[in-house]
């Protein structure tokens, strides 16, 4: 019922000069297969027994890596030994910038996927930054590396471990990631996609919305302000599911 409802906003947008913000998360990339972070049993927090760290969160704090990268690069030689492709939500973010609607999207993942699917890199707002360039933790020398699995990259200068330049717990955030923030409260309709909204301060954009901006979930479960009465439109389930069937209704190839 909500489909129709939401379908009938995003056949709307164009008319209605209405700029929509997508707010992304690890589940749009979990049909790709690059689990998330925190489901029940797949996701990544749940799988590191075997890395002996004293968090699951450890292996992605900056001042663990700087002691102990190995766990760090095992775990990045296991996951991105292949070539990820895109998911169909994806494909419907590419189809709302063919449209004209979509105006940003601000996304926690790492995974480059949105740009393989053919989204402007100019719309994208990398909130933790991305694995397309690397650079030394000490001397900040910069690196764009092919990664040899099992094998933890050292900086040519000071002998230093060289890490991807993604936001690691107890970082700061991409610049423009923060002077981007405020453009969401500007914009008219918010859609939430495959995220737990567990991380601060990223989880707290979606307060930077006004209070006439519609407020969309696409997510297995309800998360952050969505738990509640009036929080936004939920339509629940699995991501790729959900926007197949909004391009169905809207007749949307
Ligand atoms: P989480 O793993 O915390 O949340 C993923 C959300 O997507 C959950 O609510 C799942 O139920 C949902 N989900 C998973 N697969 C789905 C699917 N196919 N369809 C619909 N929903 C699905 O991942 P994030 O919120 O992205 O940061 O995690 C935020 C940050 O925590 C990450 O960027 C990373 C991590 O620690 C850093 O490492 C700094
Ligand atoms: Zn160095």
Redesign the pocket.
């Known amino acids: 019922m909500y489909n129709i409802e939401v379908a009938d906003i995003l056949k709307n947008a164009d008319k209605n000069n209405h700029k929509i913000c997508v707010l992304l998360?690890?589940?749009a990339s979990?049909?790709a297969g690059i689990p998330?972070?925190?489901?029940a049993g797949t996701?990544l927090y749940d799988n590191l027994k075997d890395y002996d760290l004293p968090s699951p969160?450890s292996i992605?704090d900056i001042n663990y890596f700087k002691i102990n990268p190995k766990p760090f690069y095992q775990l990045r030689s296991k996951l991105f030994n292949k070539d990820f492709q895109p998911t169909k939500t994806h494909s419907f973010l590419k189809t709302l910038q063919d449209k004209g609607i979509l105006s940003r999207i601000f996304t926690?993942?790492i995974d480059g996927l949105e740009e393989k699917a053919g989204i402007d890199p100019e719309l994208i707002i990398y909130?933790?930054g991305s694995i397309k360039t690397s650079s030394c933790v000490d001397c900040k020398t910069k690196y764009s590396i092919e990664y040899e699995i099992n094998k933890i990259p050292i900086c040519e200068v000071c002998e230093g471990y060289i890490r991807p330049d993604?936001?690691?717990?107890n970082e700061t955030l991409p610049q423009k990631f923060i002077q981007s923030v405020p453009q969401i409260s500007k914009c008219d309709v918010l859609i939430v996609?495959?995220?737990?909204?567990?991380?601060y301060p990223?989880a707290s954009i979606v307060d930077y919305a006004s209070k006439d901006c519609i407020k969309i979930l696409?997510?297995?479960?309800k998360?952050g302000p969505f738990r509640f009465e009036n929080g936004g439109i939920c339509l629940l389930?699995?991501?790729?599911e959900i926007v197949n069937d909004l391009c169905d209704i809207l007749d949307w190839k």
């Open positions: 998360g690890a589940g979990t049909s998330d972070f925190r489901s996701g969160e992605f926690q993942n909130a933790h993604i936001v690691f717990f996609i495959g995220t737990s909204l567990s991380v990223f696409i997510n297995k479960e998360v389930g699995s991501c790729d």
